[in-house]
């Protein structure tokens, strides 16, 4: 055990020499891998701040029944709850309403300025079926019933804000996709480097009886190492990133009341990302290291 361990030890350092002798090359291969990775990290970072917006809004889709200012609750309230298409009711009063809106950020001064009540009382329809075609067909029929002034669909934009962030993700793993295989390919041509320039060595090794899997770990480990430096490089560059956006959404945001912040990635979805740039590594150290070795 202790041998082996040795063994990991001394292939390691060779890594690491390796590096340190060619700080330029090795600079510029990390640099590679974290600017490619830092675009879909950027990207699943956006798509996080994101979801934390939407979900402060519902996203169950619901019916608002607005009231005319003559209108009775006790004539309309039965015929809603008669239907067999409603799951729930609420009723919401002109002076909660103002309360509701008084409590809005950004909305307080406004409606303190304000000489009178303007909203109307409403009823909040929630269905046993959310489609839209559900929705739009109970939205027709209480545009009918009398006392009704205005009838909306909710929440319609927070579906289409749904289904917008599934088609981000789908784009960006196809985009992380397509660029881990460009960094297997960047470091599988730079592990193939360092073998032609060692291949004399190899050589020497394997005719001394050095076994396959001896020659193999100093290239793992370099390979592993420069994934790892790339990965550590995205990172920075997606801070900095998002420390340069935040300037612009700060502002934008107290124009609403707003202390809103785009946040870094969490502690174990970063970690996620050096140990993904440290596989693509070492995958690519394997590929290029088991192809010569054939």
Known sequence: MMAWLRQHRDALARAFGKLRAQRGASLLNALVIGVALSLPAGGYALLANLQLVAQ?????????????????????????????????????????????????EGLAEVVAALERNPLPDAFVVRLRDGS???????????????????VQVDSAWAQRLGALARIGRLALAALATLLATGLVAVTF????????????????????????????????????????????????????GLATLNQGVRDLAQTYGSGFQLAFLPGPEALAVLGLSALLGWLGALLSVSKYLR
């Open 132 to 150: 839209a075609a559900a929705l739009e067909a109970l939205a027709a029929d209480v545009r009918a019933l009398p006392g009704v002034a205005h």
């Open 56 to 104: 402060r809004f519902t996203l169950e889709p619901q019916v608002s029944v607005f009231l005319k200012a003559e209108a009775k609750r006790s004539e309309l309230e039965p015929r809603l709850r008669g239907d067999a298409r409603v799951a729930q009711l609420r009723f919401v009063s002109r002076e909660e309403a103002l309360q509701e809106l008084r409590r809005s």
């Open 189 to 240: 041509n730079t592990i193939r480097l360092q073998i032609l320039t060692q291949r004399e060595e190899i050589e020497v090794s394997q005719l001394l009886g050095a076994t396959d899997a001896f020659i193999r770990r100093p290239f793992f480990y370099l390979g592993l190492l420069q994934g790892l430096a790339g990965g550590a490089l995205g990172l920075a560059i997606l801070w900095v």
